[in-house]
């Protein structure tokens, strides 16, 4: 029988210094290590509060934005005696420190149909940068302003009402007109010019030996184009394949809802 215990002490010899290790040792770091795991949870309840807060301001900054597109839709729909309220865009992020600074760099704005008198403009799409809010979103000034809106040549065709018209495009400024009634037939040319800063006009320049009273409304048709406030023109009309492409443009537009 021997005369050593058969269990281990609870304090074993240390390291060179002479240094114990044992329940003493880890009653003493105890402390240090709750102290550490409290930290750690420290860290990560603050990153998870940084994370919800930012999460928390997207969503707010997206639901503001949307209100004012929709706003400023509306002003716009109302000052251009539009019949459709335009789909608005204000580009950027964030949109709070804008609204804050009541000044945004860049708006989109689009439309896919607007009646202009006797034909439809498709696709319309403009670009405003520099807009400046006055008095709320009642009005504001834009710097600048582009835009574009494409007359088809099936709307042009359908305004003159002449059946078994046909129109295409000849060069930038003129187009082909065709028509084929079985006892009258044949092609002449329709030539677009601007005549007035928001107006432009289609009328037969040659009509190929047809009756211009054939031709119906293609003779002599001016079209005015909508939603143009004061500092708003047309710049130019293209003919394309498609057919008449009206580019507007304007410096320093007011804009008001009034």
């Known amino acids: 029988m021997s005369d050593y215990p058969t269990q281990r002490l609870p304090i074993q010899p240390g390291d060179d210094n002479g240094g114990?290790?044992?329940f003493f040792d880890d009653q003493y770091n105890q402390p240090r290590r709750r102290s550490r795991r409290r930290g750690r949870r420290g860290v990560i309840i603050f990153l998870v509060t940084l994370v919800v807060l930012a999460v928390l301001f997207v969503i707010v900054d997206r639901v503001a934005v949307r209100y004012a597109d929709n706003k400023f839709a509306s002003q716009v729909q109302t000052q251009g005696g539009l019949s459709n309220k335009p789909?608005?865009?204000?580009?950027?992020?964030?949109?709070?420190?804008?609204?804050?600074a009541r000044?945004?760099?860049?708006?989109?704005?689009?439309?896919?149909?607007?009646?202009a008198g006797p034909v439809v403009i498709d696709n319309l799409h403009?670009?405003?940068?520099?807009?400046?809010?006055?008095?709320?979103?009642?009005?504001?000034k834009v710097g600048s302003l582009n835009g574009t809106g494409l007359i088809t040549f099936a709307s042009l065709a359908k305004a003159a009402d002449v059946p078994g018209l046909k129109i295409s495009q000849l060069n930038s400024t003129e187009a082909k007109v065709t028509i084929d009634l079985g006892f009258i037939s044949g092609s002449g040319v329709a030539k677009v010019t601007k005549v007035g800063p928001?107006?432009?006009?289609?009328?037969?320049?040659?009509?190929?030996?047809?009756?211009?009273?054939?031709?119906?409304?293609?003779?002599?048709?001016?079209?005015?184009?909508p939603g143009l406030p004061m500092g708003l023109n047309v710049q130019s009309i293209t003919m394309t394949p498609q057919g008449i492409l009206v580019h507007i443009t304007g410096q320093n537009v007011t804009l008001s809802g009034s």
């Open 87 to 100: 789909t608005v865009n204000i580009e950027g992020f964030p949109f709070l420190t804008q609204l804050a």
């Open 126 to 140: 403009a670009t405003m940068h520099n807009m400046q809010l006055i008095n709320g979103f009642s009005s504001a």
């Open 198 to 225: 928001n107006k432009i006009n289609i009328a037969v320049v040659n009509a190929g030996g047809i009756p211009l009273s054939a031709l119906g409304g293609l003779n002599n048709m001016t079209i005015t184009i």
């Open 103 to 115: 000044k945004f760099n860049e708006v989109q704005l689009s439309a896919q149909t607007e009646k």
């Open 20 to 22: 114990y290790r044992g």
